[in-house]
C-alpha cells in the first residue's frame, strides 16, 4: 500500500474499536490529480468489485467506464448535477453503476438488486484505496440523461455515479468544497445504529 499523503494523514478515521486499516483510510476526497490510472489497477479495482456478495450470485452490477478525453467520460460528466460537474471535471475516470431489477433464473423482482451494486461498489472503493486511488460517489446526477446517452435497457437502473483517480490539491477546489477536503472525518456512534430493538443500543 503506498504512503499516504498529509491529508490523508488527516483523514485517517479514528475509531477505539480496531479494524482494517485500509477501511479507516478510504475516503472521498473531490480534488483529483490528471495523473492517468493504469489499465492495470482498473482491471484490478472492479474484479475486487466483481467479487462482492450478491442474492443468488446474481451480481446486478453493470459499470460504464470512461477516461477523460474519451466520448464515455464525456458522457458521464454530461449527465452530473452542476455542483458535482464543478469539482469532478478533475477526475482521470468516471464511471457509472447499474443494476439489473430482476433475477436471471426466474426473471422475478430483485429487491436488493442496488443493495448489491452497493457492496460492489464498496469493494471497488477499498480496492482503489489498496492501490493508492480514491473513489467518490455521487448521487447528483440525471437518471434521465445517463440512460439515454448509453442506451441502457429497461431492465437496468442506474445506480450512481463515480469519480476514481488519485489525490489532487484542494486548493484547485472551488471554495465551497475546500473546507469539508480538509477536516477530519467522523461517524455516529455504534449506539445510534445498532439496535437490539428499535432505537435500543446492541452494543
Not at 453493470?62 to 458521464?76: A, H, L, N, P, S
Not at 471497488?124 to 448509453?150: D, I, N, P, Q
Request: aromatic letters at 10%; a neutral charge; hydrophobic letters at 40%.
Amino acid at each position: 500500500m503506498p504512503e499516504p499523503t498529509p491529508l490523508d494523514q488527516t483523514k485517517y478515521a479514528q475509531t477505539a474499536i480496531p479494524v482494517e486499516a485500509v477501511m479507516l483510510r478510504r475516503w472521498s476526497p473531490r480534488a483529483f490529480s490528471d495523473r492517468p490510472v493504469s489499465e492495470d489497477d482498473l482491471r484490478s479495482v472492479f474484479t475486487a468489485a466483481s467479487w462482492a456478495a450478491s442474492s443468488y450470485n446474481e451480481q446486478p452490477w453493470r459499470f460504464v467506464v470512461g477516461r477523460k478525453g474519451d466520448e464515455t467520460w464525456t458522457k458521464i460528466f454530461d449527465s452530473l448535477a452542476p455542483l458535482n460537474q464543478g469539482w469532478a471535471n478533475s477526475a482521470p475516470v468516471l464511471y457509472a453503476s447499474f443494476a439489473k431489477k430482476t433475477f436471471t433464473h426466474n426473471g422475478s423482482p430483485n429487491g436488493v438488486a442496488m443493495h448489491d451494486v452497493g457492496a460492489a461498489s464498496a469493494n471497488a472503493s477499498l480496492e482503489a484505496t489498496v492501490l493508492g486511488l480514491h473513489t467518490h460517489g455521487m448521487a447528483g446526477f440525471s437518471k434521465e440523461k445517463l440512460r439515454e446517452a448509453f442506451a441502457v435497457p429497461e431492465g437496468f437502473d442506474p445506480v450512481a455515479c463515480w469519480a476514481l483517480g488519485y489525490l489532487g490539491d484542494p486548493g484547485a477546489l472551488p471554495e465551497n468544497f475546500k473546507e469539508m477536503e480538509l477536516k477530519p472525518r467522523i461517524r455516529k456512534p455504534l449506539g445510534e445504529v445498532v439496535f437490539s430493538s428499535w432505537e435500543k443500543p446492541a452494543l
